[in-house]
């Protein structure tokens, strides 16, 4: 992969996308009344049921999607919605058949549709602008490599590929041009792609900067997939080679890394390495897992562990927990920021909403 620095067109590209996606803060209502800095919602204030909280995705709405072990929740100025029977799929069992809405991750299509992955009921589409499937579910005999999903992200700039990753290799869909509803499935394993040295893939993410597609292996690489359809791989150095849980990228063009133990960063430009866990940052960081990162694009990341919310702003660095913050629960699953400032936090008893400025819903 031919590695560029950060130039000013890729500047332009990222803050129209953010202008775009996120939404411009004077058109939302209320948008200029700040609440409290923190906010949190769980099933004793809100139509959540499943207060375990898999993944956020923020749309081009400004909607908050949550991905659950029982359906899909969303979330937009102070209106609740759900997503669960059209995602449900049969578990067969001794017992008898049972349905399950467990929703691993959730992504918006470049024409604007909902993606689900589902671990077990394989990937639902779901196109409000289609007018003969608004529905429509992707499983292994529709070409994709596997019906238990850990991953969905959609590329937004090119031909709106949605990818889909599993623990067994990587699917791509590519939307038709000419029929819209439909498309083509293609497999990459390490079979037919050497630079996959796992077919175990924990974690997918788009590049906001240049399109590029990213992936977290099993076993401590990270996969790239550039704009020139061009594989990059770039193992995380021994001792810190760790199943990759989480992606994120800030403006300097770094790559943030949540991990099974610990964080990494990394430089395409330099190919250099950092790495962070207790041991090198004298027990700021805990131990075990970084199940979520996510940056302002600036110079603010966030780090969602078993043990709190920890937050590097510039060189300072911060933990949230009970103990310290209305955070409902030390176990923080996903993270995500909407066009109004606010950080959404997942964690395994609801979600929280932090911004120092005071948040607006």
Request: negative net charge.
């Amino acid at each position: 992969m031919n590695c560029k620095l950060l130039s000013s067109f890729n500047l332009i590209v990222i803050l129209f996308l953010i202008a775009i996606i996120g939404g411009c803060k004077e058109s939302i209502p209320g948008a200029d009344e700040p609440g409290p800095p923190w906010v949190i919602f769980n099933n004793e204030n809100s139509p959540l049921k499943d207060d375990k909280i898999n993944s956020i995705t923020i749309d081009g709405a400004q909607r908050v999607w949550f991905a659950t072990n029982n359906g899909a929740y969303s979330f937009r100025s102070n209106s609740w919605g759900v997503i669960k029977d059209s995602i449900a799929f049969p578990i067969y069992s001794q017992q008898g058949i049972v349905y399950s809405s467990r929703v691993s991750s959730i992504t918006q299509g470049m024409d604007g549709s909902l993606w689900y992955g589902l671990y077990g009921g394989g990937a639902v589409r779901y196109n409000q602008f289609s007018q003969t499937r608004v529905w429509q579910r992707y499983t292994q005999s529709s070409g994709l490599i596997y019906e238990y999903v850990l991953g969905v992200a959609s590329e937004k700039l090119q031909l709106g590929e949605v990818w889909c990753v599993t623990a067994i290799g990587i699917s791509r869909f590519t939307p038709s041009r000419s029929e819209p509803d439909k498309g083509t499935w293609q497999t990459y394993t390490s079979s037919n792609t050497p630079q996959l040295t796992s077919n175990n893939i924990r974690a997918v993410t788009v590049h906001p900067i240049d399109n590029s597609i990213w992936f977290g292996t099993y076993d401590g690489v990270l996969i790239s997939y550039d704009g020139d359809r061009q594989w990059g791989n770039f193992p995380i150095p021994p001792p810190y080679a760790f199943p990759i849980t989480s992606i994120a990228f800030d403006l300097s063009n770094d790559i943030w890394l949540g991990k099974w133990e610990g964080a990494s960063s990394f430089s395409p430009e330099t190919g250099i390495w950092t790495h962070y866990n207790s041991e090198t940052m004298n027990n700021i960081f805990p131990q075990g897992s970084i199940n979520a990162v996510t940056t302002d694009l600036h110079t603010t990341r966030w780090f969602g562990s078993n043990a709190g919310l920890i937050r590097l702003s510039d060189t300072t660095w911060t933990v949230f927990n009970r103990a310290n913050s209305p955070l409902p629960n030390d176990t923080v699953n996903a993270l995500s920021y909407d066009g109004r400032g606010n950080l959404w936090i997942g964690t395994m008893n609801g979600v929280a909403v932090f911004n120092e400025n005071g948040t607006r819903l």
